[in-house]
C-alpha cells in the first residue's frame, strides 16, 4: 500500500461515515440533510455541510498528527506506520495527499 493509498482510504471511510450518518437522520418535514443549523456566529450551515466538515476535521487532522505536522493529544511527534508487509504508509507527503483528498475533494490540485 502507498501513502496515496492509505489517504484514500481513510477518506472513502470518511465518505461512507458520513452516507451512515445521513442515512439515520429521522424524516421529518423536509430531508433532515437540507434542514439549516445557525451558527453563533450567524452563519447557516444544512446538517449534511455540518457532519461534512466534522469528519472532515477529525480525519484530516489525524492525518497531520500521524504526519507530525499537527498535535496529536498535545504532543507533536511523526508516527512511523506500516503495513503488514512492512511498507511504510508515511514516507511519501501524507499532508499533501491529506489535502488533496480531504481539502480539494480528492481533485489534483490546481
Do not use: C, H
Amino acid at each position: 500500500m502507498t501513502t496515496e493509498e492509505f489517504v484514500q482510504g481513510l477518506y472513502r471511510e470518511k465518505q461512507g461515515l458520513l452516507q451512515f450518518y445521513l442515512e439515520r437522520l429521522p424524516q421529518a418535514d423536509g430531508a433532515p440533510a437540507t434542514q439549516y443549523i445557525t451558527l453563533r456566529n450567524g452563519q447557516q450551515l444544512t446538517v449534511a455541510e455540518l457532519l461534512d466538515n466534522v469528519l472532515t476535521n477529525a480525519f484530516y487532522s489525524t492525518l497531520l498528527g500521524l504526519e507530525g505536522s499537527a498535535s496529536i493529544g498535545g504532543t507533536q511527534i511523526r508516527y512511523e506506520l506500516r503495513d503488514p508487509a512492512g511498507n511504510s504508509l508515511n514516507d511519501g507527503d501524507l499532508g499533501g495527499y491529506a489535502w488533496q483528498y480531504f481539502q480539494n475533494d480528492g481533485n489534483e490540485p490546481e
